[in-house]
């Protein structure tokens, strides 16, 4: 194994709760809308305590759309910060227009974060709620994790829970099996 181990974490309906906005998930668009998943800090924990690096990659395309400013967004990471130990956040802030790498399912943050930690990663796991984090870590050669919920398609990644907390001893069980 060259590099660290690093669990990417997709931000809304992982970290927390998704809005709903014309029947569809949608992201929080002040601090206040924004509040940590109840079983995160835990989940956050047992990971970095297993040795992982914890790293958040969120598309936030409403700064784009002019239906949030970056200054709201970056309040809003400041809030996260201050209520779940994460070691890095990048938010891609571009539209499908764009065309930009950092888009998921485009690979662009994780590879940009692999870089910056040294992350090994075939060793390291993307955790997502949407079929296109999914995609995004296996792009980038990471095994997967799907929380099941109504709006992805359930299938597709190497493993798939209910919750963040069996995410994590899902993640976490074989490694002590082989320890
Ligand atoms: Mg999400
Ligand atoms: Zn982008």
């Known amino acids: 194994m060259s590099g660290r181990r690093a669990i990417f974490l997709d931000r809304d309906g992982v970290l927390n ?3 709903w ?7 929080p668009r002040s601090p206040l809308e924004w509040e940590a998943a109840i ?6 924990a047992a990971l ?5 690096l914890l790293l958040v990659v969120t598309n936030q395309p409403d700064v784009r759309r002019s239906l949030m400013s970056q200054a709201t967004l970056d309040a809003i990471h400041d809030k996260l910060r201050e209520q779940l130990s994460v070691d890095d956040l990048i938010a891609c802030v571009h539209d499908d227009r764009d ?5 998921k399912p485009r690979p662009g943050m994780l590879l940009t974060l692999a870089e910056r930690w040294g992350v090994d990663l075939a060793e390291s796991w993307m955790v997502g709620d949407q079929d296109r984090d999914i995609a995004c870590g296996r792009a980038a050669g990471c095994r997967t994790l799907l929380l099941t919920r109504p709006y992805n398609s359930g299938a597709g990644a190497d493993l ?3 919750s963040l907390a069996e995410a994590a001893a899902a993640i976490l069980t ?3 099996q082989t320890a």
Request: hydrophobic share 40%; net charge positive.
């Open 48 to 52: 970095r305590e297993a040795g992982f």
């Open 39 to 44: 079983d995160a800090a835990p989940a956050l």
């Open 174 to 176: 074989p490694l002590r």
């Open 21 to 27: 906005r014309d029947g569809k998930p949608a992201s």
């Open 99 to 103: 065309a930009c790498a950092c888009r």
């Open 160 to 162: 798939h829970t209910d």
């Open 17 to 19: 709760a998704v809005v």
